[in-house]
């Protein structure tokens, strides 16, 4: 029940891999000898004394340390994103017109109350709910652990049915979307086991 960063990875490796392509073929242009037209001086075995010229620079190692300090931050977001969380909605306006009066109800409130309503059904032994969308079109993620020995195919029709219907109804708006995940709760001497629906 919680968001992992597989967009984001996604993203950054394109990221990573466009650059490092990039530097590859500089690298294997100068090599060949194809960059010495734009760069002098960059044709293979010359002397690469305008490199060393620039590395000793006075404040080329203050400009090291500024690229590493700077590398170094964006590799500590990139892990923080790494770290899976809950992504609840924002508070819902439960009323069209603030002329009126205004409610907001924050997600996590409607997530609790429909795991209580799913924790009344048969053989289920604890469910997790996370609210996502907007108050018009709301969506449930839904963890249930249900007893091995219960009927899954009824427990998952009560969700849909029931459960789900009694979220539509208390957020005056039809579901977006149901996601369910469905836990075997097994006994202690066994591992439990989940499924993805």
Do not use: C
């Not at 073929?25 to 010495?36: N, P, R, T």
């Not at 809950?86 to 997530?111: C, H, N, S, W, Y």
């Amino acid at each position: 029940m919680r968001r992992t960063a597989a967009g984001a990875n996604r993203t950054g490796l394109i990221i990573v891999g466009l650059l490092v392509l990039l530097i590859g073929l500089a690298v294997l242009a100068i090599g060949l000898g194809f960059a010495a037209p734009i760069l002098p001086g960059w044709e293979p075995g010359a002397d690469l004394g305008l490199a060393t010229s620039v590395l000793a620079l006075p404040y080329s190692a203050l400009a090291a340390i500024i690229v590493a300090v700077v590398l170094a931050v964006i590799g500590l977001r990139w892990l923080s994103v790494q770290i899976p969380r809950k992504d609840f909605a924002k508070p819902f306006r439960m009323q069209a017109d603030a002329r009126r009066g205004l409610t907001t109800v924050t997600a996590e409130v409607i997530a609790e109350a429909v795991a209580e309503d799913l924790e009344s059904t048969d053989g289920l032994s604890d469910a997790q709910v996370i609210l996502r969308g907007t108050a018009r079109s709301p969506e449930l993620l839904i963890h249930i652990d249900a007893d091995e020995r219960a009927d899954i195919d009824a427990v998952i029709a009560e969700v849909a049915d029931r459960v789900a219907g009694n979220a539509s109804q208390a957020l005056g708006a039809p579901l977006r979307a149901v996601a369910l995940e469905v836990g075997i709760a097994r006994t202690r001497s066994r591992r439990q086991r989940s499924v993805t629906l």
